[in-house]
Antibody, heavy 121, light 107 residues
Framework: QVHLVESGGGVVQPGRSLRLSCAASGFTFSNYGMHWVRQAPGKGLEWVAVISYDGSNKYYVDSVKGRFSISRDNSKNTLYLQVSSLRTEDTAVYYC??????????????WGQGTLVTVSS | DIQMTQSPSTLSASVGDRVTITCRASQSISSWLAWYQQKPGKAPKLLIYKASRLESGVPSRFSGSGSGTEFTLTISSLQPDDFATYYCQHYNSYPYTFGQGTKVDIK
């Protein structure tokens, strides 16, 4: 079955960077777009970014444009999110999620368990 | 950006109740809407996609309806496992946005 495991979270100072990873298994990773969604403590869900199945298309929410970069390595079945110039308001659980359709981009279906990023001095 | 507004924010109900949650989009999103259920400390779970299509494995007491700007999620007979927070999300155009969530708790 579909399995997504995020890693790379931790405590980081404002202005620093992290790279989040999401290891995928149980499906043909290279056929699906992939999303990152985050959730600040006690708050709702915020869609962050999506990458197409082949990495050729990437879209971001305005609040992270120029600071975050989504990428993927289909040979390693792994999704990444490079988060830079971190701000305290980026503190959240970051979820990776598979798109519900092959090849096209729609919305997420299966989600990982999340990795917590805490931005604090 | 398209804004998604859910109502109510909190809903108190009893087992067996019929529950309806509304989601309104700030502009037409056709039927490009999904509903998710989230329990504390867990990842969201997809319930409904394309406004009214039931995800495989989701109990039939869940149903979705609507198109354009107004959508509803209905639980026909609330079960103990259904106490959770529910989110709508559009996927009509970027950025995809979620509603603020509706918490369903025990009356």
């Amino acid at each position: 079955q579909v399995h997504l495991v995020e890693s790379g979270g931790g405590v980081v100072q404002p202005g620093r960077s992290l790279r989040l990873s999401c290891a995928a298994s149980g499906f043909t990773f290279s056929n699906y777009g992939m999303h990152w969604v985050r959730q600040a403590p006690g708050k709702g869900l915020e869609w962050v970014a999506v990458i197409s199945y082949d990495g050729s298309n990437k879209y971001y929410v305005d609040s992270v444009k120029g600071r975050f970069s989504i990428s993927r390595d289909n040979s390693k079945n792994t999704l990444y999110l490079q988060v830079s110039s971190l701000r305290t308001e980026d503190t959240a659980v970051y979820y990776c999620a598979r798109d519900m359709e092959m090849v096209t981009i729609t919305g997420p279906d299966y989600w990982g368990q999340g990795t917590l990023v805490t931005v604090s001095s | 950006d398209i804004q998604m507004t859910q109502s109510p924010s909190t809903l108190s109900a009893s087992v067996g109740d019929r529950v309806t949650i509304t989601c309104r989009a700030s502009q037409s999103i056709s039927s490009w809407l999904a509903w998710y259920q989230q329990k504390p400390g867990k990842a969201p779970k997809l319930l409904i996609y394309k406004a009214s299509r039931l995800e495989s494995g989701v109990p039939s007491r869940f149903s979705g309806s609507g198109s354009g700007t107004e959508f509803t999620l209905t639980i026909s007979s609330l079960q103990p496992d259904d106490f959770a927070t529910y989110y709508c999300q559009h996927y009509n155009s970027y950025p995809y946005t979620f509603g603020q969530g509706t918490k369903v708790d025990i009356k």
